[in-house]
């Protein structure tokens, strides 16, 4: 090769790579609006008022399959939900923002509604927080009549000052933990593990865990008023295993052949035990089995 060639061969590959350093240093920014995740957790879409717009009684509302999640805080009025989910086969990501009402009366967090009836099923709620709703979460015979649920998963969700928690039928509740002044969590047929309910400026019908035909394995039920006739563990035809609930002045209560097992309650007094139930392993005294 002539030396002038080689000159201009070897410019030009210098300018390239300084070209290629250049670009290589500068910040790297995603497009504005929705980013569509290709990678292993596939497309993903942002929860907006562009991509799901509400209605009448919901701030934003899902309407088709797939995995969304939250990128702000949002606030729910009065009467409305912050998220209702109108879809099978739907992923929420909250990304740890806030959901939030209006000192207890915004309407409901996130729910599972529709305006006709239908079976919703693979559903999963994920990593944020609620607050000041009148009902954190709400999935399946809650308030909408003929609305089911099944293969419902609610986990590492925080509820504050709300005045109850979750109402599910047929779900798995994983990591929760919710501050209520009426309900902590009220299950039908469904299983919650590793997760707390603190009553606070509660009354005689405030229960922490209300469970029928459900269990419930290390959870802790708590009181920060210590309110007169409120329940620690309300169980008909459920189980509850390693869980302990102090503060509550009916720590457990036991009816329609149900089971405690590994659990400790203070007082003990206030433990209510029918006669076709059974308790296992268990301090009802205020010592740890």
Known sequence: M??????????VAMVS???????????????AG????????GPRTEINAANTPGDNDSVFRIVSPGSYYLAQNISVPAGFAGIEISSSDVTIDLGGFRIAGFFGEGGVGIRVASQQVQI????????????????????????????????VLISGIKMDLVRSGVFARRAVI????????EIGYSLIESMINGS??????????????????????D????????????????????????????GVPIP?????????????????????????????DSNFGGMTP
């Open 252 to 280: 457990f209560r036991l009816q329609f052949t149900s089971l405690a097992t590994s659990c400790y309650g203070i007082p003990a007094a206030g433990n209510s035990v029918s006669a076709d139930s059974d308790v296992f």
């Open 17 to 31: 790579s300084a070209a290629h350093a250049a670009a290589g240093s500068q910040p790297v920014r995603p497009p």
């Open 174 to 181: 994983e990591g929760c933990n919710v501050r209520a002044r």
């Open 2 to 11: 002539h030396a002038s060639v080689r000159f201009v061969v070897a410019i």
């Open 196 to 217: 707390t309910a603190v009553l606070y400026d509660s009354g005689a019908t405030s229960v922490a865990f209300d469970l029928a035909q459900s269990s419930a394995n």
């Open 219 to 246: 959870c802790t039920a708590a009181s920060e008023d210590n309110a007169s006739g409120s329940v620690g563990f309300e169980l008909t035809t459920s189980r509850v295993g390693s869980s302990q609930a102090a």
């Open 34 to 41: 929705p980013v569509a995740d290709t990678g292993r957790f």
């Open 120 to 151: 919703f099923t693979n559903i999963a709620i994920r990593n944020g927080i609620i607050r000041q709703c009148n009902r954190g979460i709400e999935v399946g015979n809650f308030g909408v009549s003929g609305i089911e649920a099944h293969n």
